[in-house]
């Protein structure tokens, strides 16, 4: 069965300090992956999603950036954090597969809590 | 308008009541559709699809009306472990990116 890992579960952070949030997949190959974050009390933004190692597609343009140098992994990063980066971040899968995937739910990891000071 | 619009809530129902929720999506491109449960400070998990000639799993019941762009979810029998945020989800092709569009959440509080 597939398994979704997501690291640290929480992080306090002062402001300007880098980030790095590592997520991977195991059980499924050439996963789509994505990136979101909850802000407290609101909906889930889409961030960055990927359908494959190297192909990053950004949704809202601000100081995060997304790499996947593996199949079934992809991280989520920034050179300087901002007060505003704080919230709830989620990564999340679903099966690759054209047309036929488009019935697949997307499956999410525990999350990373995080603060900025 | 948000593109995927919830009432937020709460709904305070007593335990063993019948309770529905509705949700409106804006992209009339929409494929497919789904409702997530989120408990407090944790991450959406699947509660099930919705087909467009609805469906259902065992005290859960959804629906999809595509003329007039909502899904819905009913709940019967309440229990207490319900109590969660229900958040709607709509996926639509057109933008051919597969990442799904989230409803902010229907707060659900089951009471003894």
């Known amino acids: 069965s597939q398994t979704i890992h997501q690291w640290p579960a929480t992080l306090v952070q002062p402001v300007g300090s880098p980030l790095s949030l590592e997520c991977t997949v195991e059980?499924?190959?050439?996963?789509?992956l994505y990136w979101y974050r909850q802000a407290a009390g609101r909906g889930l933004q889409l961030l960055f999603y990927?359908?494959?190692?190297?192909?990053i597609s950004s949704e809202v343009p601000q100081n995060l950036s997304a790499s996947r140098p593996q199949d079934r992994q992809f991280i989520l990063s920034s050179k300087k954090l901002l007060l505003s980066d704080s919230g709830f971040y989620l990564c999340?899968?679903?099966?690759?597969?054209?047309?036929?995937?488009?019935?697949?739910?997307?499956?999410f990891g525990d999350g990373t809590r995080l603060s900025i000071l | 308008r948000k593109e995927v619009e919830q009432d937020p809530g709460p709904f305070n129902v007593p335990e063993g009541a019948t309770v529905a929720f509705n949700c409106t999506y804006s992209n009339s491109a929409s494929q497919s559709f789904f409702w997530y449960r989120q408990d407090c400070r944790k991450e959406p998990k699947l509660l099930m699809s919705v087909y467009s000639s609805g469906n259902e799993d065992g005290r859960f019941t959804a629906q999809l009306n595509r003329a007039s762009q909502y899904i819905s979810l009913l709940i019967r029998d309440s229990k207490l472990s319900d109590s969660a945020t229900y958040l709607c989800v709509v996926r639509w092709m057109d933008t051919g990116r597969r990442a799904l569009t989230f409803g902010s959440g229907t707060r659900l509080q089951v009471q003894p």
């Open positions: 999340a899968w679903s099966p690759w597969g054209g047309q036929a995937y488009s019935n697949q739910p997307q499956h």
């Open positions: 059980g499924t190959s050439n996963p789509n």
């Open positions: 990927s359908v494959g190692i190297g192909q």
